[in-house]
Every structure is written in structure tokens, then in C-alpha cells.
């Protein structure tokens, strides 16, 4: 039986080349330890998940490999961690030239990790959809078998997943990554550029799971590829290399408010935070949110995640879908009546063909696409209908077609527009997707300065950096959550569990590490000094094919008038970057060296410096606040709390009394200090903030993304 590398030893790699590999011809593959001479890329690689996925990617392309599709798995699942059940899949975007990253939960992930820490796929551009099939065999190699059906091309993503189910031997032991047929070359062209990857279990106990912003189902496509079968056993306990977690880290996931807040939304509970910062109308968000309470059928989530994400609904004709709010909600517009409903069914059929949600929905607005014609362009579209063909680049190249040049784009994709001017500046610089902090989103768009002194020590005592309003301090804020995000990642720890086991307080930045990244990280430092490197290298590979200038640029880099330009030249001190957001030739030289480029740091805690707030209030009177949501809804159907004291009171006075009425209620982290963000107004609150009589407050747990 083939059992993972420990830490002490590199990370053994699988090498594809399809150019190797005839139709209905096996080839037997060695994993291969990972090793480098660049101490950066070796180093790198080393980390395993999306830094070994990174450095193969950096690898490949160095060795005139362009188009391949990098698939790793991280250190977390090789030690049992739960919600650790995470694949990197990493390319470069056939959409916008630059890298293009994606994450995928659920037993594919196991599956690799049977066969190997990594995958690299390469080959000449070809045409149709041959079924690869990676088979573990008992000494450790495996056994890599293409196949050609003359039925499976014309088929959608469901339908090539019961075919191989039919087909592949045991369907119980077999995870397959397919793409639909929008995916692959055509002899008249027609391919679309943001088909994305779905993740299926070929014996159908799970729905499907898409991943790949960017177009990494193009990738494959492009190599003649529709379906890449992982048979092996799941990753199980006796082939683990530690022994699995104490019950600690189960018991902290289980009891995070944040966690719970989105296994019972299923990340659409983001609806009712944009009500609350004001984005959406406060009326749309509460009848999506019962639509959707009324509809959701069941949830599915990562292998051992108590506090699981996913959930599944039914749609006409369908086995069922997933929808999480970003997939669901960029087609809100387009549905008629703007109904959850609606957005089910065109977020269906996205997923049956195979294609990206936030780039189709934009470029069917781009095209003037009406709510009664979405579904027939949709169609037109994976077919490569003449009269779709020009949506098929995306929505950048749309909007240049169209004069279009006001649409929110982020790297080059469609993006939703934030309101708020930190989320937008991230969206602009940070690598890893356009929505690339989402799961420490509570801090980065303005945290209490006690939880910053908790989690930021570096950072804690500049000016104005824990009010949103004030750009200072920003970009060194996006820079060290980017840090954080990025080492999570490459351990294939949840970043969406870290962030909550770190803002609800049960675990500071050093528990952390250990619990998640021990492999690479013995405390806070060593962890966030792990994402600087993931992070510098998403820069240098999508500014450079290889991430070295002789081979060409990938992406170029343009920030527009959304961003301050303080938080830009922040935010590229911080990553060591030059005027022109390119890593410097200084920065790049210290990465390939093995040394961590950018910010050097004190990371001895300063005191925080205390945001202004307005003076005392001269008298006080009997009056009421109104809380609403922040895990109220689980104590009363109207999710809503009145609250009477003596007003002016600060926040934390109101909520300390709201405690005192709703005990139990995850008010307060465990240092004492606000659980959930607080707007009123639309406007944020903060704990030594004044409430007034009268006023309404929502309460947000949600953390962003999804």
C-alpha cells in the first residue's frame, strides 16, 4: 500500500504527458519526490497544496510546458485534519493570460492523495473528450489509461458522470474532475474560455462541486480531455502518516459561531449581510433568505467539517445543485422576478454545460440577454451557436466589444462590486481569484482594534487601521490576512475554518499553526512567512509564464480609480512589488535565494492606538435599541432582540444587556470583545460607539465568500 510522505520527506509527484499516452493505450507512472535546485521553487514546493501546486506549475512552464493543469493536495489531509479534504488545481488562465487557481472539496482531494501529494498534466492541444483514468496499483505506481467513447463528447457534465459510473470499474472507489462540452476544441473553434472544472463522485453519494475561475476547464479541454478519473481508495486513517487530531480542533469548528452562522445559511445567509451594510434592498434579502430556507433539501460539506457548507437543492430534471452566493447571486438579475427559484435553474444549467456563473451571467448582461432568453443563450452558447460565439472570451473582452469599460472587473474577470473600498482594493491586488479574502473578510473590512492586537500584532498600532474609513494602514492589512489566507492553503486547511477558529478567539495565530500547518509552520511566524511565499510566487506567476521575464508576461497588472493609491503603494512595499504592482527584480532575487520577499516584521504586539469616537454624553434617558440577527434568530423567529437601558450606551454597554436577555447568544469572542460586526445605517459600528434611541442595528456573523 502506498503511503504519503511524512514531513520530513519532499512530496512525491505524478507527471502526465498525454502527448506519451495513445487512445485505448496504458502507461504505468513512478511518483517522483519533489526536488529543486532554486532553493525558492524547492522551498515552495515544499509546503505542499496550493505552494507544491505553484512551483510544479512555475516548473513545467520553465521546461516549455505551456498549458499545463497542476493538480496537489496539502499536509493537513495527509494528517486527518477535518475540512482538510482540499485540492489546489492551478493553470494558466486561457481567459486572461494570468494564473488561474481553484480549490475543490470533498473525496477527489482523498483520492489524490492516495495516488500522490501532486499531479502535473501536459500535452499538445487536441481535439474531443478521451476519459483519462489514473488507477492505484498495489506497489505504489499507478496505471494511467486513455480511452475514447464516440458518445461522450456530445454529452453534459451529468451525463459523462453516469456514463463513467456505467463504465470505469468500481464506481464506489472513484472521483473524476470532468468538463463540460463547451470545454474542448471544436473544428469551427467555438471553445469558451471560463469553462470551469466539476468535481463528481462517480457513485453519485455526492452533487457535484464546481471549481476554477479562469477557465481551468479549458485547460483541459484543450488537451482533449473530458473526464480525469482518480481510482484509488480514500486517504483513511491507516494510511495517514500522524495519528489523526486531538478532539480540541473538532470541538473549537463544532462550537464557532461564525461556522455555525454558515452551516445554517450555507453561505447565502449572505444576502442578509449585504442588507445590513446597505448594498441590497433590505426586502429582496429577507424573501431570498426564506426562499431559500424553504427550498434547501440537504447540505453536504468537506470529510470530518462538523459544521458542513454546502447546501443542495432540487431543480427540474436535475439530480440536484449546490449553490453557494457567489454562483447563485450573479444570476440574480437574470432571474425572472429576481426569485432564488430563478437563480437555481440558470445556475443549474451553468453547471450541467460546464461554465463559470459570475463570467456567464455577466457576459449574458453585457449582451443585453433577457430573464425570457437567458436559458436559450446559454444553450447556443455550449454549442457554439454563431449567434453566442462572441460571448464565449468573456466578459472583458465583451466589454470592449461593446464599449463597456464601467464594468466591475477583478484580473481580468467579472467581479461583484463591493462598497466597500477595502474589499475593492483586494479584489484589484491580492492574488488568489477575485474574491481572494473572503474568508477574513470581518477583519479586513474594519475590526475592533483588540481583535487586530489579537491577530495583526504587527499591524495593531498604526493610525486609523481599524477604522474603514481611514486608508491608512490598508494595504499592510490586505498584505498580512493575504499572508494568513495563502498558508492556509497551502496546508489544505480550510481558510474559511481558520479565519473562524481565529476572530471567534477559541485559537490565537501560533495554536493555529500547529493544529494546521505543522508540516511547515512551528508558530505565527513561520506561518504567515509560508503564505508571504505562496503569495509572492501567485504574483510572479501571473505577471511572468514561469515566473521569470525571459518567458513573456502573463497578466499585465491595471488598477483603477476604486483603489487609494496609498493602499496600492502600501499593499506593494508589503509583497515587494514596483510602481507597476511587477514583482522587483530585489524581491524576485530574494525568493529564488529561498528567502521571504517583501515586509519585514516586528512581531511583538504594540499597543493598539484607539479610533477617535465622540465625546461623552452630558444626559442619559430610558430608551430602545433594536438588535437584529448575530445568531438572535435561533432564540426568536423574528431574529431581532429590543433592547431598553439608559441611551446614549455604547455598542458593547447594548450588547453586554443583550446578553444579559439572551444568554447563550454568540454576543461576545472569547477575549470579551464584539462576536459579530455591527452597521447601522448601513454604516459600520464599533464597540465605543454610541447608540441612540430608536436606533437599529444589525448584526453580522457571516463570514464572506462562498
Not at 462 to 476: F, L
Not at 521 to 534: E, I, M, Y
Request: neutral net charge; hydrophobic residues 45%.
Amino acid at each position: 500500500m502506498a503511503v504519503p510522505h511524512s514531513p520530513q520527506s519532499p512530496p512525491r509527484v505524478l507527471h502526465l504527458d498525454l502527448a506519451q499516452l495513445g487512445v485505448n493505450e496504458s502507461r504505468v507512472l513512478e511518483p517522483e519526490p519533489f526536488l529543486d535546485p532554486e532553493a525558492g521553487l524547492h522551498t515552495l514546493g515544499g509546503l505542499g497544496g496550493s505552494g507544491l501546486a505553484l512551483a510544479l506549475l512555475a516548473r513545467a512552464e520553465r521546461g516549455g510546458r505551456q498549458g499545463a493543469l497542476v493538480l496537489a493536495v496539502g499536509g493537513a489531509l495527509r494528517r486527518g485534519l477535518p475540512t482538510a479534504a482540499r485540492l489546489s488545481a492551478v493553470a494558466r488562465s486561457p481567459l486572461t493570460g494570468g494564473l488561474a487557481e481553484g480549490l475543490a472539496g470533498g473525496p477527489a482531494a482523498l483520492r489524490l492523495g492516495r495516488l500522490a501529494d501532486g499531479l502535473v498534466v501536459v500535452g499538445p492541444p487536441a481535439l474531443g473528450a478521451d476519459v483519462v483514468q489514473l488507477l492505484q496499483r498495489p506497489d505504489g505506481s499507478v496505471l494511467a489509461t486513455r480511452r475514447r467513447w464516440a458518445d461522450f463528447a456530445a454529452l453534459d457534465v451529468p451525463g459523462r458522470r453516469e456514463r463513467l459510473a456505467e463504465c470505469v470499474g468500481d464506481p464506489s472507489r472513484a472521483s473524476a474532475l470532468l468538463v463540460g462540452p463547451a470545454a474542448a476544441d471544436r473544428p469551427l473553434g467555438g471553445a469558451v474560455a471560463f469553462a470551469h472544472l466539476a468535481a463528481a463522485e462517480l457513485d453519485g453519494q455526492k452533487v457535484p462541486t464546481r471549481t476554477g475561475r479562469g477557465g481551468l476547464g479549458r485547460v483541459l479541454g484543450r488537451l482533449g480531455v473530458g473526464a480525469l478519473v482518480l481510482d484509488a481508495l480514500v486517504l483513511d486513517a491507516d494510511a495517514l502518516s500522524q495519528a489523526p487530531p486531538p478532539g480540541e480542533l473538532l470541538a473549537a469548528l463544532a462550537a464557532s459561531p461564525r461556522l455555525r452562522a454558515r452551516r445554517d445559511g450555507g453561505t447565502l445567509e449572505l444576502w442578509q449581510a449585504l442588507a445590513a451594510r446597505g448594498e441590497v434592498p433590505r426586502d429582496l434579502a429577507e424573501r431570498l433568505g426564506a426562499e431559500v430556507r424553504a427550498a434547501a433539501r440537504d447540505r453536504q460539506g468537506c470529510r470530518g467539517c462538523p459544521t458542513p457548507c454546502g447546501l443542495v437543492f432540487d431543480v427540474p430534471g436535475g439530480a440536484g445543485t449546490p449553490a453557494h452566493f457567489g454562483a447563485s447571486s450573479a444570476f440574480v438579475d437574470l432571474a425572472p422576478g429576481r426569485t432564488f427559484a430563478g437563480q437555481l435553474e440558470l445556475l443549474a444549467e451553468a453547471d450541467r454545460l460546464g461554465l463559470d456563473a459570475l463570467e456567464l451571467a455577466r457576459v449574458l448582461e453585457l449582451d443585453g440577454v433577457s430573464a425570457a432568453d437567458a436559458l436559450g443563450r446559454i444553450r447556443d452558447l455550449a454549442q457554439g451557436h454563431r449567434t453566442a460565439v462572441h460571448l464565449a472570451t468573456g466578459a472583458a473582452a465583451l466589454g470592449r466589444l461593446r464599449g463597456r469599460m464601467d464594468q466591475p472587473l477583478a484580473r481580468g474577470m467579472a467581479w461583484r462590486r463591493e462598497a466597500s473600498r477595502t474589499a475593492r482594493a483586494a479584489a484589484a491586488l491580492v492574488g488568489g481569484g477575485t474574491d481572494p479574502l473572503r474568508a477574513f473578510s470581518a477583519l479586513v473590512e474594519g475590526a475592533e482594534l483588540g481583535a487586530l492586537a489579537r491577530l495583526a500584532p504587527p499591524l495593531s498600532g498604526i493610525d486609523g487601521i481599524g477604522d474603514p474609513a481611514d486608508p491608512r494602514g490598508k494595504g499592510q492589512l490586505l498584505g498580512w490576512f493575504e499572508d494568513l489566507a495563502a498558508a492556509s492553503d497551502a496546508s489544505g486547511f480550510c481558510a474559511f475554518s481558520a479565519a473562524a477558529l481565529l476572530t471567534d478567539g477559541p485559537m490565537d495565530l501560533d495554536t493555529l499553526a500547529r493544529e494546521s500547518a505543522a508540516d511547515f509552520a512551528a508558530d505565527g511566524r513561520g506561518f504567515a512567512d509560508a503564505g508571504a511565499r505562496v503569495a509572492f510566487a501567485r504574483a510572479l506567476l501571473d505577471a511572468f509564464v514561469g515566473g521569470i521575464e525571459e518567458l513573456g508576461s502573463g497578466r499585465p497588472r491595471a488598477v483603477g480609480p476604486e483603489v487609494d493609491v496609498s493602499t496600492a503603494a502600501e499593499y506593494a512595499a508589503w509583497r515587494g512589488l514596483d510602481a507597476g504592482l511587477v514583482p522587483s527584480a530585489a524581491a524576485r532575487a530574494r525568493f529564488a535565494a529561498g528567502d521571504v520577499p517583501g515586509r519585514q516584521l516586528d512581531f511583538d504586539a504594540r499597543p493598539p492606538v484607539q479610533v477617535r469616537r465622540e465625546g461623552l454624553p452630558a444626559t442619559t434617558r430610558a430608551g430602545r435599541v433594536e438588535l437584529r440577527g448575530g445568531g438572535l434568530a435561533e432564540r426568536d423567529p423574528a431574529g431581532a432582540l429590543v433592547v431598553g437601558l439608559e441611551l446614549p450606551a455604547t455598542l458593547e454597554q447594548v450588547l453586554r444587556r443583550a446578553a444579559q436577555l439572551r444568554p447563550g447568544a454568540p454576543l461576545f469572542d472569547a477575549a470579551g470583545l464584539p462576536l459579530p460586526s455591527a452597521w447601522r445605517d448601513g454604516q459600520r459600528v464599533f464597540a465605543a460607539d454610541w447608540l441612540h434611541d430608536g436606533d437599529r442595528v444589525d448584526l453580522v456573523l457571516a463570514l464572506g465568500g462562498g
